[in-house]
Each structure stands twice: as C-alpha cells, then as structure tokens.
C-alpha cells in the first residue's frame, strides 16, 4: 500500500488546531506496462492531487477494509517510511551569514524510514532502521542500489549500525554475475582429444579388477566412430546406445561422438514401453548395442542394430567428420507431466562448457581416480564418465550389483580407494549404513540430484576429504551450482554458480527479487539445452528470454539468496517430485494410470506414513465392474521404469473435493496394508528367515511366503535392504536384481538354497533391521548412546544433528514456546505430536518462531515502559483463551494470527522443522525496535 502524508486538521475541519495530526493517506496507482521514471511520475501527479482534494480513506480504515487486524505494537500495515524535507531559502542578513541546522531526532516510525534533506550541495539522507528486521549488511545493500538508482554510483555514503555486533553482519550479495565463459566455441569432443592422444600408457578406465590405457581407449573408439559411419550415421544424428556396464560402456558413448553424433541411452532395465517411446520419438535408426541378441525385438524392427562384439578396428586412414559447439551431444529423457518421457537434448558446446567449468571447481587433476556407479541414462553420469578423462585421470566403472549392493560396493571401494565420488544422497545413505563415515576420509564427495539432508551434511563434512552440494537440473547440463559443506554447517544451500553459468531468483514477470525474497530459480549461459524434443509448444515455455536478451531455463525451484550470497533452495513450484534421486512428474503416472480399463481418475502423491520411508500411492476413481488392480500394474511395468511404479493402488468410489471442485489432497486415506497373514506357513528355515526379514522391513506382523514383496509395499532402497540383510544372516550372495525378478519370500529362499542354519530370529547383525524401529532409536543407537539414558531433548537432538540447548529450569509451558516431554519409563523413542520450528532471528540473539499453521499457540504479549528512541507500549498480558492449564490440568493451543513473513528475519536457517517442542526451552527477552540514525556530516549520505 502506498500512502501520503496528510494534515489530519483539513479532513476534520479543525484548520487551526495545532499539533501533528499527520495522516497516511492511501492512494492506487496503476503501474502496468513498461514504463520509465519520467512517465510513471507524470501519471501519478494526478492522481495524487486528486487524493489530496478527497481524504475520505485512511490508512486505518483500508485495513479494516481487508481485514488486517493491528499485530499489537505494530500496525496491520508495514511500514517504510520516505520524507523529503525542502530546501528553506536563503536568509539575507546585512553583513551576517545565517546556515540552517536540522533538529534531527532519535524516532521510529516504522521498520525502516528514509529521511531526505535537500541541500545546495545535493541529498543528505538521515536513515532509521529497526535492528529486528535488518541488519547492517542489509541497509548497506539497500543504500547502494538507492545510489545507483539516482545515478550517483559513486557518491560516498555511511550508514550507522544499531550497535557495534550489527558491523560486523553479511550483506546479502547479489546474484552472483558470470564468469568468463569456458570453453568457447568448443566441442566436448575437442577438450578430450588432447588426453585421449598424450596421456598414452596412463590407465583410462578400470573395471572388474583390470585396466585399460588412454592409447587401447583411442582406439576403440575410432574403431566405433567409424563403423557407425559406415552404418549410415551422419553428423548431427542420434544413435541409441544399449550397452551394459562395461569397458565398451565409455567406448561406445565417446564412439557416438566421434562419428559426431549424439547419444541416446537405452538402459535395458527399463520397460520395454518406455524404450520403444525413446527410439521413436528421437527418430533412432541405429542401435548400438552388446550384441545383436541383446536389443529386444520391439526396437529391433525397422532399425539397425549394430553389435560392439562385432566392431574391430578403425580403416586406415580414416577421418572422422567435423563437429561443431552446436551439435547435439545427446538427448536424456526425464518424466514427463504428459504421460510420456520428454527428450532434453544437450549440446556439444554445452557439454565443453561443464567439463570445464567442473576443471575448475570442485577441481580434478590427473592423480585422481573417480568411481562411477551411476547409468547413462541419468546425467550425471556425464561428469563421472568423461571428466576424468577431459584431464588424464582414470575412471573406475563398478558393475550394475557393485553399484547396487553395499556388500558389493565396498569390497570395491577399498580395493580401488578412489579420490572422487559422486552419487546422491539416498544412494549415499543406503551404501553407509551404519559404518563409520571415517571410510571416505581420502574421498571427495559430490552429492546431489535431490536435496542433501543437514543431518547427513553433519555426518559426512568432518570426516571425508571434501564434501560438496552440486544442484542443476537435466535442462542446464548437470550441474549449474556447487557449494563445499563446511564441518559443521547449519543449514543447507546450493551454493554459487558454476564459471559460465549465472542463477539468478526471479518473479513471474522474470523481474528478480530482493534478497531473503522467494522466487523461481533461473539459470541461463553455457549450459543451458537446446530444448525439448519435438516439443516446441514446451520449450518456449521453459526455456525463454530475460529482459536483456539472455535465453535462460525456469526451472520450477523455488529459492532465495541467503545472507552470505549463496542460494538456498526451497522445493518445488509444481507436482514435480524428487523420490530416491529420480525427478518424477506425478502427472506421468497419473495418466498411464488413466489408461487401465475401469480407472475414471487418477491422483497420485508421495505419502510418508512411516517416518524415513516416502512411497508413491496412487488414489484411483474407478468403475468397479471393470477395474482390475493387476491390469493396472501391468500397464504400469509396460510404461514406467521401477522408481516411478507406486507402491499402492487404492480405488475408491469417489474422491473428497474442495468448495472449488478440486480433488482434497489432504483427505484422500492413507493406504491400508495388503493382507499379509501367511497362506501357508514357510516351508523351511530358509522361507522362514526370509519372511520374517521381509516383514520387518515392510512393518508388517507376517507375510505370505507366496506374496510379492513389492505388491506389499516394497521399493528399490528397501530391495536393497533385503538383499543385503539376507546376504549377512545367511551368507549367501544375492543381488537386487534377483529381488526384483524373484519377488517372493518361496523364490528368494530357494535362490539361497536353504542356508539359513535356524529360522527363529536371533541377534541381529549391525545395522539390520532398522527399517522397524523408530527414527529417534535409530539415530541415539547409531552414537553409541543407550536411548533409554537420554532425555527426550538429547534424543531430539540426536536425530536432527542440533547442538544441544543449555539447561533451563522445569516449569509451565511459555506461550509460544515449549519444550519435550520426557518418555515413558523405559521407551526408546520419543513421541513426536505436531509442527513447529525453530529458527534464529537478525541480530545476535536467537528466538523460537512458531510455524505458520492454524494450531500453533498465541505468544503472551508484553511490552516495555517508552526508552528514546523506541515506542512504547503496555503490557497487555495472555489474551483470554491464551495458552494455559485447564480445569484438568491439559495445556490448550488457541489459534493465533499468522506471523507476517520477512526476508530477513526468516532467512534464518530452521533446525527443527517438524517438532512441537512441549517443555520450556531458553529464549532470550524479546526487543523492540531499536533506532539507529546518523549525526553530523560523518554519518550523512551526500547524493549530487
């Protein structure tokens, strides 16, 4: 709301009445369009002296109008304040000379007030800011912009701080501006070369114990490049590559390349449906493949398939064609919204600009030996596969099951001792286990692909070599921003960009917003994609022109620059989802679900019903005379890989809607447990063992050993469990691939064949079954700590990686506040009723904010006898129903009125973001506004 300064006396036809009886006087001007300075003021003159000559609204009044209510010693109205206060003439006095001195005062009308002087050599600006909403860093920022905007770039300017701990705060930094492009007018094929030739006997790859040198990987490569040739590939084209991970997995990727052309993986673990999408939407005609048996028939027919086991060598002499920056290096299809996969296709110059920029920072050298565990198919594997090679490094590849099974991945990981890995966090997460975070102390870290959770960030930063955060979507080449993890850091941010790459937070209009602000994360320069596969309509919707004419990607991500200047990045803008790694658009699976016979409506979520245990369910409307549960998941398999396959279907005759006809998200049920009494009981030790296993992981009292453990609830990370749980009860040497063939506890026990010694359930090794316990015992027991010797707030601490809070004396719960209660005797968990957060406020001091939901309870206000400088204000006490025992003694929250949000107060980083705290916590006293303000020439701002 924009107001203007009125003279109270006019409106209540009191003319002569002295005192300051100000108003603020709303006024609405229309801004659209594009308008410049010079034009927008010409259009509020008008409108402005019409307001004058009508003050029938006031500030008050608008806000009753709308229904702000005051928030105690504040307004319903923020309040920034700007007074120009004219130049006087001048005084003529025979032989005197007379000088005007501003009786400046100590006051507050509002969280920040802008008080010009007009004086003959410029502006002087006399600035007041209170020190609960901005920091020294902040007014500084804010100051120079101002300059700018006047045109006085370099006019000197000082600002007073509040009190001298507010010197020494960060100002936000603006979106970072790019580096010096990298890599320009490159091809990723080019900055490959040079190793490829020179690096000669050094070892390029390594795989299953043996090694392979640059001058054997030369080789093979122009042999695949020029047999591709031979098979009518032509520059600029796209070759299906169905290759298994293997020496000729990097071989066949560059091959592609070397007959420049782009890639297109086909990973044989994805259902035959969504391969026979891929290759038809990018229009494939060549297949590159093991052998010619290994490509189903449905992708074989009216395409060529050309077999790696039947390539020899290069001609002499052959010269492979020219490629240029604008070639496509290879196309990746992600979930699309539409039902089908959607094609981003990436560029050659891209590519270059990535590898070089990745060169950089986090930095690779050629001593160093990363392990790639990740499949083509997915992006980052572009860095895993041929960074090491753009500089001479080695590249070791681990098998499909290393990659899979920790008891297979770390065998690898000490015989390799790899210097580089890069996974995301889930995947991460799942190898660990329980082990010590000690084994990655001559490893460096690149996490990403999904968020990087803080308890996790805690774990790892202190005792690997380097731990960094890598974030960018499929659309900006991999990764678009890095950030290393302090040891102890206390929050979570994506860091700054990448060289080449600019992120920049903006609003709908693509205008950006100020720091501490949200907004959708924006990424333009190098890396950003050619676009969408024949989807233009799409493309020109995400991919689009800033104001100066930059093309840039929108990626959907909300975020905000944090005080330090690095990006925080907040979630999501749409239904788009991060499950396990994987981006799932929700909309994919709903309309694969739309097609099976009886279904009417689809809506499918990630539910979390079982802490640390997310799942995809998928609420259906269904005609029940024709809907057949199976048929559904058969459709399913046929189009969607494994991660994007939900967990449960659960049909219903009608959904809960919204006054706006909208499906109720919130309402729809939680799925109800498959049945899962035994059919028969287990045949053996060996079934036996393996369904208790298989219900301890799905939290279930029995399973049928003829079940499906995925159509009970089952999905990849808990496959891994089970895998590895059955591997070290019973010694055996089960992939997670024979989980998802053999699916049931019958097939599983006689893959094992019966080596279970005794089907009753003994001590468990380290680190199984932990799927059943709860969240708190997991974490106490992972220190080392007995649970049952801890109290609720060191349990709580232990899960979410806080520091401890100091001791504070047992009492009545403070309002707004609050605290744990301590468990029951003798349980080892600790209840976890309902949200709030914690959060840290501007200023030294911190404070315990309560969450933005309808049941948090009403802080008591208070206020403070007047001090100069500051409002006063009364005490005013616990509004009646305030938080407070009751007749039986029970505390009862009262709704509250929602807590306006500010950037730089709610910058703050939130530790415990999904706890009620219950017993009292220490909470400094809360301060009022504090006046800051300049005096004489020193702390003046002089504007020319």
């Not at 609960?132 to 902040?138: E, K």
């Not at 114990?209 to 590939?233: K, S």
């Amino acid at each position: 709301m924009l107001c203007l300064p009125y003279a109270g006396q006019n409106a209540v036809g009191a003319p002569r009445v002295i005192g300051d009886a100000v108003l603020d006087l709303p006024v609405r001007v229309r801004t659209g369009g594009a308008l410049d300075a010079a034009a927008l003021l010409a259009r509020c003159r008008p409108v402005l002296l019409d307001a004058l000559e009508h003050p029938l609204m006031t500030q008050g009044l608008a806000a009753r109008l709308v229904g702000r209510e005051s928030l105690g010693d504040r307004p319903p109205f923020g309040g920034v304040y700007f007074n120009l206060n004219p130049r006087l003439p001048a005084l003529d006095f025979p032989g005197l000379t007379a000088r005007f001195a501003e009786g400046e005062k100590p006051g507050l009308l509002g969280e920040v007030m802008f008080n010009f002087y007009e004086l003959p050599e410029g502006l002087r600006l006399d600035l007041h800011y209170s020190t609960d909403f901005f920091s020294a860093g902040r007014i500084e920022a804010l100051v120079a912009a101002l300059a700018r905007r006047l045109g006085g770039a370099s006019a000197p300017h000082a600002v007073s701080a509040a009190t001298p701990a507010m010197a020494t705060t960060h100002a936000p930094a603006a979106p970072p501006a790019p580096a010096a492009d990298a890599a320009v007018g490159a091809t990723a094929r080019a900055l490959l070369d040079g190793p490829r030739r020179e690096a000669g006997a050094r070892t390029a790859l390594r795989f299953a114990g043996q090694g392979r040198d640059y001058a054997t990987l030369d080789a093979r490569i122009r042999a695949i490049g020029a047999a591709l040739e031979a098979a009518g590939v032509r520059p600029g084209g796209r070759v299906g590559v169905s290759v298994r991970r293997s020496f000729d997995l990097p071989a066949a990727l560059l091959g592609v390349w070397e007959a420049s052309a782009a890639y297109v993986p086909l990973d044989p673990a994805l259902p035959p449906g969504r391969l026979a999408h891929m290759v038809e939407d990018a229009g494939i005609t060549v297949i590159l493949a093991d052998g010619a048996d290994t490509v189903p028939e449905r992708l074989r027919a009216g395409r060529q398939v050309l077999a790696l086991d039947r390539i020899g060598e290069a001609p002499p002499g052959w010269q492979r064609p020219a490629l240029a920056p604008a070639h496509p290096a290879y196309v990746l299809y992600t979930s699309g919204s539409t039902g089908k996969p959607k094609g981003v296709e990436v560029g050659q110059g891209n590519v270059a600009a990535f590898l070089e920029a990745m060169r950089q920072r986090p930095g690779i050298t050629p001593d160093d030996r990363l392990l790639a565990v990740t499949t083509p198919a997915f992006d980052i594997s572009v860095l895993e596969l041929f960074l090491p090679l753009s500089v001479g490094a080695c590249v070791v590849l681990a098998s499909e099951d290393e990659a899979r099974n920790p008891d297979r991945f770390w065998p690898l990981f000490e015989r390799e001792r790899p210097s580089l890995l890069q996974a995301t966090p889930s995947v991460l997460t799942m190898w660990l286990g329980d082990a010590p975070a000690e084994r990655f102390r001559d490893t460096t870290l690149l996490l990403g692909g999904e968020g990087l959770p803080l308890a996790l960030a805690r774990r790892l930063a202190p005792a690997c070599k380097a731990l960094w955060n890598m974030y960018g979507p499929t659309e900006t080449t991999v990764w678009s921003s890095c950030w290393r993890v302090p040891h102890a850091p206390e929050r979570i941010s994506v860091g700054e960009a990448i060289a080449g790459t600019t992120l920049q937070v903006l609003d709908a209009a693509l205008m950006p917003v100020p720091p501490g602000e949200e907004g959708e994360i924006v990424i333009a320069g190098a890396g950003v994609a050619h676009g969408y596969l024949n989807l233009p309509v799409l493309t020109a919707e995400r991919f689009v022109r800033l104001p100066g004419g930059e093309r840039a990607y929108r990626t959907g991500d909300r975020g905000r620059w944090l005080p330090d200047g690095t990006l925080e990045h907040l979630g999501r803008m749409d239904a788009q989802v991060k499950l396990r790694g994987y981006r799932i658009e929700l909309g994919e699976i709903e309309a694969v679900l739309e097609q099976a016979p009886g279904v009417l409506q689809a809506v499918v979520s990630v539910r979390e019903d079982r802490p640390g245990d997310q799942r995809l369910v998928a609420h259906l409307r269904v005609d029940a005379a024709r809907f057949d549960a199976g048929e559904a998941l058969a459709r399913c398999r046929d189009e969607l890989p494994e991660y994007m396959l939900p967990q449960h279907l659960v049909p219903m005759a009608a959904f809960p809607l919204l006054p706006s006809g909208k499906v109720d998200r919130k309402a729809l049920p939680a799925p109800e447990q498959p049945a899962t009494a035994p059919g028969r009981a287990p045949a053996d030790a060996a079934e036996a063992t393996v369904c208790r296993i298989m219900a301890e992981l799905l939290g279930v009292e029995a399973v049928d050993p003829e079940a499906s453990f995925f159509q009970l609830g089952g999905h990849s990370l808990l496959a891994i469990q089970l895998a590895t749980r059955l591997n070290r009860e019973v010694g055996g040497d089960l992939t997670m691939r024979e989980v998802f063939e053999l699916r049931t506890a019958a097939a599983l026990a006689k893959r094992l064949g019966g080596a279970s010694p005794d089907a009753s359930p003994g001590p468990p090794h380290p680190g199984a079954g932990r799927t059943g316990t709860r969240p708190l015992e997991r974490d106490a027991s992972a220190t080392g700590a007995d649970p049952r010797a801890q109290s609720g707030l060191e349990q709580l601490q232990h899960a979410v990686g806080a520091p401890p809070a100091r001791p504070t004396r047992r009492g009545a719960p403070r309002a707004g506040t609050g605290g744990l209660h301590r468990p029951p005797p003798g349980a080892a968990h600790h209840p976890v009723p309902r949200g709030g957060r914690v959060g840290a406020a501007c200023g030294p001091a911190r404070r315990l904010a309560p969450a933005p939901s309808r049941g948090r309870e009403r802080p008591a206000r208070r206020g403070h006898a007047a001090r100069p400088g500051r409002r006063a204000s009364r005490r005013t006490g616990a509004s009646p129903g305030a938080p407070g025992p009751g007749a039986d003694g029970q505390h009862r929250p009262v709704p509250a009125r929602r807590r306006r949000p500010h950037p730089v107060r709610d910058a703050a980083p939130r530790h415990l973001g999904w706890l009620e705290l219950r017993h009292p916590l220490p909470r400094p006293r809360p301060r009022l506004p504090r006046t800051a303000r300049g005096a004489g020439g020193a702390h003046g701002l002089q504007l020319s």
